[in-house]
């Protein structure tokens, strides 16, 4: 039988393993909301390709150790989005323009199937919703609102990639959008590039409106592909429908 010592013992022993764990699932939470940070930062352009992540700094500005800044950067380094160098600062990814491109062309496959979809599946709300989107694009480009344009060109995309009510499809569109979002900034720089990527919107607009599944696959494979990061790189649309229609409607 156990005394009243064993017992206090015991107690004592078990506040001190639990103290333990909240410790460690506070670590991993806060690694994982830095991770998070520093993805945003580097997704929406604050932390351009090739910035070095110097992890003194990192830390002060977060208010944290070095321990959470180092296996945070190990994180995404994981996932791409980071170069780790040996006994260096890691970097913001800066791929190759081959790998670039190649990037650049599943996303265009991915959401050129988004837009054959969404010209089929597509709720009337769903439609009305888009045309919206594409009215307050012209309103933002008409006042020269650049940041406006960029976050309603996104929000124009996750729509159409919404509205192929294919949740996986999205996601991966999704995924490879954001991890390309640094490099499409220039995109929404100087009146003729945002009039030229109202008039691409427009053109798929029009053919998901339509129930046109071929032409909005085709003009949301030109408009991914017309982005001044890809401007005299050897890539353009490929000729011809890469999927055929019975997949890409399924």
Known sequence: M???????????SGRVRARRRSSAVRAVTRTEELRLQIADEITSGRLAPGTALEEVEIAKRYGVSRTPVREAIR??????????????SALVARPSMERLRGMFEVMAELECMCAVQAAVHMTAAERAGLERL??????????GEETQCGLLDERFHAAVNAGCHNDYLAELAVGTRIKLRPFLKDKYRGLERLAQSYAEHDRV??????GDRAEAGEAMRAHVFTTPVLDGAAVAPAASEPFPVSLATA
């Open 205 to 210: 607009l029009t053919a998901i409106q339509r």
């Open 2 to 12: 156990w005394n009243a010592v064993d017992i206090e013992n015991d107690a004592a």
């Open 134 to 143: 594409h009215a307050e694009l012209a309103i933002a480009i008409h006042a």
């Open 75 to 88: 994180d995404l380094a994981a996932s791409g989005l980071v170069e780790a160098r040996p006994h260096r």
